[in-house]
């Protein structure tokens, strides 16, 4: 199975190293590669790229990074998916349509409207029902 490790710090070294072990093939994403030289030297079936690159490599994802890095890590593999000529096949098969809103802009939209004044809360909720 081809598994993207995203993080470079010891819980993802030792989970990309445990997984080729096992007979899979490993890239860890990182937005450091000088930080896992070492690992890359310890292991030459793995392979090293970035969030995105690793995501988009892998049939399963391990998330291993810590505090805000793991929504950056996410952010990139998600935009990379929404990108992906296979992924928007079968969206394309489900009649689904693709479009990426970016977190930012998804936090901007939830902030104005919770800053909505009380009376277009209370019109919205009234079509709502």
Do not use: C
């Not at 993802?12 to 899979?24: E, P, S």
């Not at 970016?102 to 909720?125: D, H, N, T, W």
Request: no cysteine; aromatic share 6%; proline share 4%.
């Amino acid at each position: 199975m081809k598994i993207g490790v995203l993080g470079s710090g010891d819980v993802a070294k030792v989970l990309g190293g445990g997984f080729l072990k096992h007979g899979h093939d490993v890239m860890m994403g990182t937005r450091e590669p000088a930080k896992l030289a070492d690992w890359a030297a310890q292991n030459p079936k793995g392979r090293l790229g970035g969030f995105a690159q690793a995501a988009e490599f892998a049939e399963l994802v391990v998330l291993a990074v810590k505090g805000a890095v793991a929504s950056d890590a996410l952010r990139a593999a998600f935009a990379q998916t929404l990108k992906d000529p296979g992924f928007l096949a079968e969206a394309e098969k489900m009649g689904v349509e693709v479009q990426h809103v970016g977190g930012e802009e998804i936090q901007a939209l939830v902030e104005r409207i919770y800053a909505s004044p009380p009376e277009v809360i209370a019109r919205a909720k009234a079509v709502a029902e």
